[in-house]
T-cell receptor, first 111, second 116 residues
Framework: SQTIHQWPATLVQPVGSPLSLECTVE??????LYWYRQAAGRGLQLLFY??????ISSEVPQNLSASRPQDRQFILSSKKLLLSDSGFYLC??????????FGNGTRLTVT | AQKITQTQPGMFVQEKEAVTLDCTYD???????LFWYKQPSSGEMIFLIY??????QNATEGRYSLNFQKARKSANLVISASQLGDSAMYFC?????????????FGKGITLSVRP
């Protein structure tokens, strides 16, 4: 069966520091991978998605970037965090025959 | 224009009663899918139910059913026999097209509180 791992679960970082959130998927090949962000009490905003290794589509201009160095690995990064980057970040995967499956999320607080 | 609209304010329901959570959508793509997710206070997103645009019958999954009215572009979630554990945020989402670039667009969510 397929599983998705996302870490860390919580993170507190100062403004201006770098960020790296990692997500890996097991049990499936060539999935579509997604990064969503959820502000407190709000809906989900799609940040990036990837249909294959090295292929990244950005949905909104922002301070973040994403990379997919391996088929089942998706990384969300920032060189310098802003206060507005605080939120709940969710990684997810999907293929043609499945709904979107989410990781447990990372709660990021930028101080 | 918003693709997924969830306009209900916080919803309250008595335990063991049924509740309907509203969702309307907007798309010109003939092939699309509609999803409902539950997000408890722990933050995880739990897939509940799926309805394809070509499905002839309304989807059902246990206590969850989807009232799909294609002409009205609505996909309301019905939860029967509410339980205290149903208290959570509920999100409606849509996937347009079936290609490799398909992605889900989410509504803003509805908070459901189940009263004992």
């Amino acid at each position: 069966s397929q599983t998705i791992h996302q870490w860390p679960a919580t993170l507190v970082q100062p403004v201006g520091s770098p960020l790296s959130l990692e997500c890996t998927v097991e049990g499936t090949s060539n999935p579509n991978l997604y990064w969503y962000r959820q502000a407190a009490g709000r809906g989900l905003q799609l940040l990036f998605y990837s249909v294959g290794i090295g292929q990244i589509s950005s949905e909104v201009p922002q301070n973040l970037s994403a990379s997919r160095p391996q088929d089942r690995q998706f990384i969300l990064s920032s060189k310098k965090l802003l206060l507005s980057d605080s939120g709940f970040y969710l990684c997810a995967w999907m293929d043609r025959n499945s709904p979107l499956h989410f990781g447990n999320g990372t709660r990021l607080t930028v101080t | 224009a918003q693709k997924i609209t969830q306009t209900q304010p916080g919803m309250f329901v008595q335990e063991k009663e049924a509740v309907t959570l509203d969702c309307t959508y907007d798309t010109s793509d003939p092939s699309y899918g509609l999803f409902w997710y539950k997000q408890p206070s722990s933050g995880e997103m739990i897939f509940l139910i799926y309805q394809g645009s070509y499905d002839q019958q309304n989807a059902t999954e246990g206590r969850y059913s989807l009232n799909f009215q294609k002409a009205r572009k609505s996909a309301n979630l019905v939860i029967s026999a509410s339980q205290l554990g149903d208290s959570a945020m509920y999100f409606c989402a849509m996937r347009e097209g079936l290609g490799a670039n398909s992605k889900l667009t989410f509504g803003k969510g509805i908070t459901l509180s189940v009263r004992p």
